[in-house]
């Protein structure tokens, strides 16, 4: 017999889970909402987007300060790092936004259950805590349980050097000369990071290129302001071995020299957590990249059981599996809901930015759709100058005919904050004109995109 029931119970309490839980409450649904940690918010929140932007934020203000300040005539003693201080106030960071979560949970009337959450078969949900374990029925179950760092073949973590993001975030001294396998967003944000804060840093990559999900053009761009600042990359390189040795890391790529470092991120993508899930019981069977396969109404095989966010389909963001979150549990309680692929933007937060949302170039002449493109650089925008920040440009691809604008690509300042306009466009089926005729304050940042958009039809007033 449960002791416990709700109308849902999600498992995972990540910005898929602890959203769900959110939207179901505001419905009228009770709700359980079971976490393994002892804070709610997930990778996202507690070891990934939070803790990283912190430090990014810190640390490119250590570099503003130690490199930027004097052009702006401003003089200021050596500046000194007092890396234990940034370290603390990340983990501030993280802990205001994680109680924030937990306050949000009470005000909905989510019931947190703290532990392991297993599906036990039709209907409910076993929860495992220390020794103890419970069962708790659910009309409803919605599995979120997120991903964990990929571990790549022949590289012996040690937790400490040799490591995942996971321990990156939480070094407590600048490495001398890190090594990042990856030149994914995590090998680009972190490798940033221990850059700015003094690391000689080396990427290693595998492809030819940097940032393989989005617009080759604007990863290019973003390639060489990266590199200017320091950031060594080597493409076309396959990491196969990676170790510590003595005080020293060595790490081996195919047909290159082994290289000597002090640190090593591991860096080459993330996979689907579900150990534990009790799947094989409930009939469900993970697909060829270890997900669980959903319908278009997120439901997996088993009547009443449901997946979201990292564990399913689709790129591994968070604000992805919100939504996806959102329009499950709207689909549960009213039969409709909806996320737009097609509108979701992703952000790598070096600087300069890099985002982009809707369809790259590559992908528009894989799928044969005819195309116009306008691009305006940040060095004819006022307002860029005033930043000294004038790297990167605005692209925007419309479709030839239609002119709807089909995707939007940008590097450069403020990037992430500037392509949520895009996506505004791209959600309400907008055209180039549209965003040209659109009235853009001056001077802005966003004035590019304006700009981008008369480029289209070659009529950019800057260039
Ligand atoms: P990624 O998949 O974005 O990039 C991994 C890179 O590693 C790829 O370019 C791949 O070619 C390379 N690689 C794989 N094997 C290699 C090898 N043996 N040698 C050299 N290179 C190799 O992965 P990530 O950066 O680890 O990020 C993981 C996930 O988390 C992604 O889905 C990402 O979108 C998400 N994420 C997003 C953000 C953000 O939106 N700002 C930040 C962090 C993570």
């Known amino acids: 017999m449960a002791e416990r029931s709700h109308d849902l119970v999600v498992i995972g309490g990540g910005p898929g889970g602890y959203v769900a839980a959110i939207r179901a409450a505001q419905l009228g649904l009770s709700v359980g909402l079971v976490e393994k940690q002892k804070t709610l918010g997930g990778t996202c929140l507690n070891i990934g987007c939070i803790p990283s932007k912190a430090l990014l934020e810190s640390s490119q203000r250590y570099a503003a300060a130690r490199d930027e300040l004097a052009a702006h005539g401003i003089k200021t003693g050596r500046v000194r790092l007092d890396l234990a201080v940034m370290q603390r106030r990340k983990d501030e960071v993280v802990g205001r936004i994680t109680q924030g979560v937990a306050a949000l949970m009470w005000k909905w009337k989510v019931k947190i259950y703290t532990g392991e959450g297993r599906l036990a078969g039709a209907g409910r949900v076993a929860l495992r805590r220390e020794n103890e374990e419970e069962e708790i029925a659910a009309t409803n179950i919605i599995l979120a349980t997120g991903s964990v760092p990929a571990a790549l073949h022949g590289v012996d973590l040690d937790g400490d050097r040799v490591c995942t993001s996971t321990e ?3 070094w407590r001294t600048v490495p001398s000369h890190l090594v990042v396998i990856g030149a994914g967003a995590i090998g680009l944000e972190l490798g940033s990071v221990w850059r700015r804060l003094g690391a000689e840093v080396t990427v290693l990559e595998y492809l030819d290129r940097i940032l393989p999900e989005m617009d080759a053009e604007v990863a290019a761009e973003a390639r060489k302001i990266l590199a200017a600042q320091g950031l ?46 009790g799947l094989e019981t409930a009939g ?49 309680a009213t039969g ?68 709807r604008v089909l995707g939007v690509h940008i590097v450069g300042p403020h990037a992430g904050e500037l392509i949520a306009e895009a996506a505004t466009a791209i959600e309400f089926g907008a055209s180039s004109e549209d965003i040209a005729r659109t009235c853009h304050a001056h001077p802005t940042l966003a004035e590019a995109l304006k700009e981008a958009a008369l480029a289209v039809d070659r009529r950019a007033v800057h260039v």
């Not at 009547?303 to 329009?327: N, Q, T, Y």
């Not at 790598?348 to 195309?371: C, D, I, K, M, N």
Request: aromatic share 6%.
């Open 232 to 277: 060594a990359f080597r493409l076309g390189q396959r990491v196969t071995a990676a170790r510590a040795a003595g005080g020293q890391c060595v790490v081996e790529a195919e047909g290159e020299k082994p290289l000597e470092c002090s640190h090593v991120l591991v860096a080459v993508g993330r996979k689907p957590f579900t150990a534990g899930l």
């Open 336 to 403: 409709h809901g909806r996320v737009n692929y097609d509108a979701i933007p992703s952000i790598v937060y070096t600087w300069p930015e890099v985002a982009g949302v809707g369809r790259t170039e590559e992908q528009l002449r894989a799928a044969g759709v005819s195309f116009r493109k306008g691009s305006f650089p940040f060095l004819a925008n006022g307002r860029a100058h005033a930043l000294g920040s004038v790297e990167g440009r605005v692209k925007v691809l419309a479709h030839a005919e239609t002119d």
């Open 168 to 170: 990156a975030l939480a």
């Open 284 to 332: 469900i069977e993970l697909d060829e990249h270890g997900r669980i396969p959903i319908n278009e109404r997120f439901q997996t095989s088993p009547a009443g059981v449901f997946a979201i966010g990292d564990v399913v389909r689709g790129p591994m963001l968070a604000h992805k599996a919100s939504e996806e979150g959102v329009a499950c549990v709207e689909m549960i």
